[in-house]
């Protein structure tokens, strides 16, 4: 069983900073990519940002220069500083990993329950 907990969300103003931690556990093999989803009320899950196993990184426009996605691949977890913090970044923060149980075995995503970010104006 593989468990994502996140931890960091909570309320800023606007301009504020705030940084989310998540830590996979269980039976993982190896991980692959690890990152960030958002969902704001009314709309589309999205991608925020991700870094690969080899430690490239992707993010998406709305929030390049702002936020940085790190990972602590010793401890399974990634991380993601949110800096210059606006009130449409208010969503549920999503961890997302890619990763195998097994050798050899297919590679499956899984996902964090959701840590609510809200920025006030």
């Known amino acids: 069983q593989v468990q994502l907990v996140e931890s960091g969300g909570g309320l800023v103003q606007a301009g504020g900073s705030l940084r989310l931690s998540c830590a996979a556990s269980?039976?993982?093999?190896?991980?692959?990519?690890m990152g960030w989803y958002r969902q704001a009320p009314g709309k589309q899950r999205e991608l925020v940002a991700v870094?690969?196993?080899?430690?490239?990184?992707n993010y998406a426009d709305s929030v390049k220069g702002r936020f940085t996605i790190s990972r602590d691949n010793a401890k399974n977890t990634v991380y993601l500083q949110m800096n210059s913090l606006k009130p449409e970044d208010t969503a549920v923060y999503y961890c997302?990993?890619?990763?195998?149980?097994?050798?050899?075995?297919?590679?499956?995503?899984?996902w964090g329950q959701g840590t609510q970010v809200t920025v006030s104006s």
């Open positions: 870094e690969s196993s080899g430690g490239r990184r």
């Open positions: 269980g039976s993982i093999f190896s991980i692959n990519a």
């Open positions: 997302n990993a890619n990763l195998l149980l097994r050798f050899l075995s297919p590679a499956n995503d899984y």
